[in-house]
Structure formats: C-alpha cells, structure tokens
C-alpha cells in the first residue's frame, strides 16, 4: 500500500512566522504534489515536483516555495505567514508515467493550518 | 468556466440503499480520464474508480461503479448498499491528454458533494 504522511495534523502559527510542512511517501514516486483545500473553491495545486531538485509552479504558487531534496521527502515552505494562508494542506504522490491519463494520485491526511 | 460541476453540494441517504452522485463535466479533449476520490472527515483523500473517454464499459469497483455518458458529458458515481462508513465528501476530476505542462497532466477537481447516511 501507498503511505503518504504529513509531519503535521494540526499546525498553529502567527503572522510572519516562516512555516515548514513536511511529506514523506514510501512507494518511490517519482511526482509529488502539494494543494491547498478550502470550502468553495476545492483543491487547488500549489506546486508540484516530479524528481529532486524540480519543480514546477501550479495554479497559486504565489506566497509559497518548495523544496525536494530527496526522492521521498517534499516539502512546503510558507516563507512569511499570512492570515490568508489559513486552509487544509494537501500532500499527494504519483509514478511518473506521463503518457498515460490513468495515474492516480495518493494523498496524505491533510494538514490544518491556523495562522493568527 | 467550471470544467468539473457537481451539482449537490449535500445529499443524505439512507443505510443498505443505492445512492447517485452526480459529476458533469467540459473538454473538447477527445481524450481524458474521470476519477472519484473520496474524503472522509479525517481528511485523506481516497482514490475509488476510474473511467477512460475510451473505455467500451462503465468502471467497477466493488460498491462502486460509474455511470458514464459519453455524450452527455457525466461521470456519476453509484454507490450500491450504503453503510455508514460512506458519509463523507466525495469528489469528482479529470485529466485532459491535452492538458500537459510541466512534465504534469493536470487534475482539474470538482468542488464535491457531501454525503451523509443515515442509520
């Protein structure tokens, strides 16, 4: 089985704090993904990598920064906190295979971010 | 314009019956797949079924199938004999063959449906 994990359930910070979320996968993926899910406006990519040291920017990358220095480890980094960074984090892996349509993405449990 | 609409934002149901949950969606791509990913109130999402635009048959997964009219443009989810562990959201994407950038085929999500059942 897939595991994805995430460092964090719950995560708590101030204003301006700079913010690190941390996701693991076992299963040697080669993509990885970070989203942000909020009510209303569903899930939303942030960035995504697809081997170390890569990265791409996604739909709302403005605000955050990645890191991928290994295979398995991707991490997210909020470089200065802000209010309207509050939402669920969303972590994701999946092989490789670009050609096909049939790659699901498996997913960590999500971390709570409050920024106050 | 919303390229994934899934038009029940809430829907109830009662325990040990089928359940409909609808997925419409928008690409002028002639290839592309459909997924249902299921999220539970502990917040993981969890990859359910998969339909290919070419596939001949309507995928099944256990309890699980999908309803897919090609020329329509839907993607529903049956869920056959509900149990109480389906109570969760339940959210509908799509992948364009068309839609690559970045070494990425983008997933493009609905906004889902929360399902509750009813002992």
């Known amino acids: 089985d897939v595991k994805v994990t995430q460092s964090s359930r719950y995560l708590v910070k101030r204003t301006g704090e700079k913010v690190f979320l941390e996701c693991v996968q076992d299963?040697?993926?080669?993509?990885m993904f970070w989203y942000r899910q909020d009510p209303g406006l569903g899930l939303r990519l942030i960035y995504f990598?697809?081997?170390?040291?890569?990265?791409e920017k996604g739909d709302i990358p403005e605000g955050y920064s990645v890191s991928r220095e290994k295979k398995e480890r991707f991490s997210l980094i909020l470089e200065s906190a802000s209010t309207n960074q509050t939402s669920m984090y969303l972590c994701a892996s999946s092989r490789l295979a670009g050609g096909l349509l049939r790659n699901e993405q498996y997913f960590g449990p999500g971390t709570r971010l409050t920024v106050t | 314009a919303q390229k994934i609409t899934q038009t029940q934002p809430g829907m109830f149901v009662q325990e040990k019956e089928a359940v409909t949950l609808d997925c419409t969606y928008d690409t002028s791509d002639p290839s592309y797949g459909l997924f249902w990913y299921k999220q539970p109130s502990s917040g993981e999402m969890i990859f359910l079924i998969y339909q290919g635009s070419y596939d001949q048959q309507n995928a099944t997964e256990g309890r699980y199938s999908l309803n897919f009219q090609k020329a329509r443009k839907s993607a529903n989810l049956v869920i056959s004999a509900s149990q109480l562990g389906d109570s969760a959201m339940y959210f509908c994407a799509m992948r364009e063959r068309s839609n690559y950038a970045g070494n990425n085929r983008k997933l493009i999500w609905g906004l889902g449906t929360s399902l509750g059942v009813n002992p």
């Open positions: 299963m040697d993926h080669e993509n």
């Open positions: 990598s697809y081997d170390v040291k890569m990265k």
